[in-house]
């Protein structure tokens, strides 16, 4: 016959466990701070409003072409649009005083796209200095 010790492994185990749970309890709760703890909180600055993000940023773009010249934009196209899924984006910005000429770069720029096969959508947005971009990514509807 075995003589039989105090408590197996299965108790030792257990009261481990308790000891790790407790533990554990113990150092995730936030007790309250007393009156004469902590100094009396500093009123901070509100926080500035985010400003919005513009639409090439926000999306998931695989490819970036900045329209210039010598550069070849229905050649980049045929060799950076790989699949059906991809979404051509023409995104045009805009400085305040700018639409006008915003607007007729996008009708040039949505014409040879369209002439490469591309069915882009568009992006015309105000920003600090004009910009004219194409991206191709999955983020939208081709």
Do not use: C, N
Request: charged share 20%.
């Amino acid at each position: 016959m075995i003589a039989r010790l105090g408590s197996g492994w299965q108790t030792i185990t257990a009261d481990l466990a308790l000891i790790l749970f407790l533990v554990t309890a113990q150092a995730t709760v936030s007790e309250p701070a007393l009156s004469g703890d902590l100094p009396p909180p500093q009123e901070s600055e509100p926080a500035p409003t985010p400003t919005p993000t513009p639409h090439a940023v926000e999306g998931s773009g695989m490819a970036v072409f900045r329209p210039g010249p010598g550069l070849d934009l229905k050649k980049w196209l045929a060799e950076t649009r790989t699949d059906d899924r991809q979404s051509v984006t023409a995104i045009v910005r805009f400085p305040a005083d700018g639409r006008g000429a915003a607007m007729g770069r996008a009708e040039r720029l949505m014409a040879a796209l369209e002439e490469a096969g591309a069915r882009p959508r568009l992006v015309i947005e105000p920003a600090q200095e004009a910009e004219t971009l194409v991206v191709i990514g999955y983020e939208g509807a081709s």
